[in-house]
């Protein structure tokens, strides 16, 4: 049986009086992809700043494999395995596409601050190596001709494909993608699905999804969860999904 990667149980946030998730339950398994949809507001979102540390649950519990992640900083679980992107595109745009993915790798860095003054064949042999690595993530995306582009200077639908690489270049066990496809063209979209497809099989990495495209949800994930109102509604394959009257309802409409 596939380990189990992400697993949360009871979790929920708080403020105020406002219950903005509540009793969120899932259970992700090594190279899963699994979509998170639902209306705007729902709590997909928050979801996703709980599993990243940005907000700190104030009832359940969540689990990257058998550590318990609770309580741990933003730069404690990346370190961990678990990387995300954003509903807006949050690349340093002034920096090159290179340096963008590079960035990624700085908690790999083993060289440290003497190493870096001096310039040792440590600090050079690791420098190159890196480099490597973060020109075939490049590749993955067909971005290694722009390597040397500033990334604010990259089409919209190329710029989503280097926030994915600089996500992946954590070493990553487990990927949040926050609306992807968001101000995407068809044709970028179905990059996008091919792309994440690719890295699905390269990487073997589990992946959570929130999208509001259904045709991609439904082509490219295997299990749906659907939120309401900080709640689940209803879990399953994309088939059961579609017809659930509740799910469609709240969400999909008639």
Not at 55 to 60: N, S
Not at 99 to 114: C, H, M, Q, S
Not at 153 to 176: D, F, H, S, V
Request: proline fraction near 4%.
């Amino acid at each position: 049986m596939p380990e189990t990667i992400l697993r949360a149980s009871h979790l929920g946030i708080t403020f105020g009086g406002l219950k903005a998730v509540h009793n969120f339950e899932i259970d992700i398994k090594e190279g899963e992809l699994v979509g998170l949809i639902g209306p705007n507001g729902a709590g997909k979102t928050t979801v996703f700043n709980l599993f990243t540390g940005v907000y700190k649950p104030t009832e359940g519990t969540f689990y990257l494999g058998k550590q318990l992640m609770n309580g741990k900083k933003t730069h404690e679980i990346v370190a961990a395995g678990i990387a995300r992107t954003f509903q807006n595109i949050r690349l340093f745009k002034k920096m090159t596409v290179m340096e963008n993915v590079l960035i990624a790798f700085t908690k790999d860095i083993r060289y440290g601050l003497p190493g870096s003054i001096l310039r040792t064949a440590a600090f050079w042999k690791e420098e190159a190596d890196i480099r490597d690595k973060a020109m075939d993530l490049l590749s993955v995306f067909n971005l290694q001709d722009k390597a040397d582009w500033n990334a604010g200077n990259l089409p919209y639908g190329q710029q989503r494909k280097l926030e994915i690489a600089r996500a992946l270049a954590t070493n990553a066990k487990m990927l949040l993608l926050d609306e992807p496809a968001a101000g995407m063209n068809p044709t970028e979209t179905a990059e996008l699905l091919a792309c994440i497809n690719t890295i699905r099989r390269k990487f073997n990495i589990s992946i959570l999804l929130i999208e509001h495209d259904m045709s991609l949800v439904m082509n490219i994930c295997e299990r749906i969860v659907v939120i309401d109102y900080g709640e689940i509604i209803a879990q399953g394959l994309p088939e059961e999904i579609s017809h659930d009257p509740k799910v469609i309802a709240a969400y999909l409409g008639e």
